[in-house]
């Protein structure tokens, strides 16, 4: 694990807003939130405000080493959320706009039957989805 300094991290969770800034999970709702590597440092990626992203783990630990060269994904860095992805009618599952949202949505399990089962409560206490995106 590389480190990451206090204020780095800071920032990181301040620009994402306590989202997941390729599934949009509230950091207030999860047990744990990661500092991604975009492009990860086994691949070169440095860890500079540019190339981190605030992910939750099951977005994260989906993403593993994967870079945007590997597979077309969503970067956060340079991609706008709204352009890529929406939420279907209930709320709880993604829906990709784009080829690219879907092959994020795909390798990063962001529909996976354990996180749409949670998201299901979230909606139901108003916690989900978030209203930087209604």
């Known amino acids: 694990m590389v480190y990451i300094p206090d204020k780095l991290r800071e920032q990181i969770i301040a620009r994402a807003k306590g989202l997941c800034e390729y599934c949009q999970t509230n950091r207030d709702i999860v047990v744990y939130m990661e500092i991604d590597h975009i492009r990860p440092v086994s691949k ?16 994260n630990r989906a993403k593993s080493d994967l870079t945007t060269q590997d597979q077309i994904l969503f970067n956060p860095r340079t991609d706008y959320w709204d ?5 279907d009618e209930s709320r709880t599952h993604l829906i990709g706009l784009t080829s690219i949202a879907q092959q994020t949505i795909d390798r990063l399990k962001m529909n996976s039957e354990l996180v749409v089962k ?9 916690w989900h989805p978030p209203k930087v995106h209604d």
Do not use: D, I, P, Q
């Open 44 to 59: 070169g990626g440095k860890t500079e405000a540019s190339n981190l992203c605030l992910a939750c783990v099951n977005c």
């Open 83 to 87: 352009a890529h992805f929406k939420w």
């Open 118 to 126: 949670a998201r299901v409560f979230w909606v139901k206490a108003g």
